[in-house]
Nanobody, 120 residues
Framework: QVQLVESGGGLVQAGGSLRLSCAAS????????VGWYRQAPGKQRELVAG???????KYADSVKGRFTISRDNAKKTVYLQMNSLKPEDTAVYYC??????????????WGQGTQVTVSS
């Protein structure tokens, strides 16, 4: 069974850091494009950062210079390093990935989410 599992969330004070991980498991040969999204209570889910299979990255304006997305293809894992966290970064963070099983492309898999809470 294919799964995307996020981890690394938690409670941190403003100005602190967290590193989120998104790991693919199951019959997966590789992960391709991946996006980190977040959803705060009462708000729509928004794209925070994305990384292509080439390694090219993009960021939402609200996190540029503070968040860094990276990938370890051997571990089939994508990371989101979050520095200088602000209370407005509080949300459930989800990863969304395009996967390759070795024979099929699987598009748009979602993880279960991990809560990030930043206290002021």
């Amino acid at each position: 069974q294919v799964q995307l599992v996020e981890s690394g969330g938690g409670l941190v004070q403003a100005g602190g850091s967290l590193r989120l991980s998104c790991a693919a498991s199951g019959s997966i040969f590789s992960i391709n494009a991946v996006g980190w999204y977040r959803q705060a209570p009462g708000k729509q889910r928004e794209l925070v950062a994305g990384i292509a299979s080439s390694g090219r990255t993009k960021y939402a304006d609200s996190v540029k210079g503070r968040f860094t997305i990276s990938r370890d293809n051997a571990k089939k894992t994508v990371y989101l390093q979050m520095n200088s966290l602000k209370p407005e970064d509080t949300a459930v963070y989800y990863c969304n990935a395009d996967l390759y099983s070795g024979s099929d492309y699987l598009y748009g898999y979602w993880g279960q989410g991990t809560q990030v809470t930043v206290s002021s």
